[in-house]
């Protein structure tokens, strides 16, 4: 394989750098059962650096909130919690309505998640807003229906993807969950700043971490048929804009 350039992917999400590079195989009509396996190990590698999975495309737009993003999960007492996701879905909507109306009508970012399949399986509603538009008294004062629990998006452990891959755990049932529904959903004024992918081909394979960096990812594949390298990485406060100090003191297990 020495030959063989590197193809490289690198996205860039706020203080997210995701990067994989690889000498993928080509799978072959006459290839045995041994050695398709061994090519799909390359091809098929659990992380990379686009949008593959839910969780990949979730995480980078959680990404795009920087620093600032607060992750809400608002829950209902017993005289406000609904009994359909169509419900839920109404009640989420007038939410917005309140947000929109709070920030003087001007759009701002969001991801949310409408869950009820774990735990106790009352519906409830995961929201992602920024700190600076939307603090954690406000989003108290909007939501009418229940309490209202908060902590940041960013953590030292597990970065952006612990909640990407929390809020991408439920799958559609066809009663909780309606068929078809995705996980979660965002703004398009979110998705929309999220830049291209750089690509080129590299005659090495080594992906560069910095030394400053508040969390870091490294994977790697090699076999007879082709290699796969993947790292991610976010930047610390001083590589960047700044961490939020909260993050430290508000840090739970999602499990």
Known sequence: MEDRPWYCVRQRAGPLTKECRAIRP???RDDDRGTRRDKN?????????????????????LALFGYEGVHYTL???????PRTFR????????????ARRFNDGRPFDWVTCIEGLHGDHRYH???VLREGEFPPAAVRCLWKAGEVDDEPVLMAEGGYRRLAEYLTKERTDGI??????????CSRSLSGQLPPPER????????????RVLWARRSQRENDFGAYNYA?????????????SRAHAHARDLS
């Open 176 to 185: 909780i969950i309606p068929i078809g529904r995705r996980p979660w959903s």
């Open 41 to 61: 190990e390359i091809l098929r590698a659990p992380h990379s650096a686009v949008c593959r999975s839910q969780a990949d495309r979730l995480e980078l737009r």
């Open 75 to 81: 829950t209902y007492d017993a005289l406000h919690l």
């Open 87 to 98: 419900e839920a879905m109404a009640t989420k909507r007038a939410f917005m309505a309140r």
């Open 125 to 127: 509603i995961h929201m």
């Open 26 to 28: 080509r799978l072959s």
């Open 232 to 244: 991610s990485y976010i930047v610390t406060k001083g590589a960047l804009s700044g961490f939020p």
């Open 200 to 211: 080129w081909k590299d005659e090495s394979g080594a992906i560069d971490i910095p030394s």
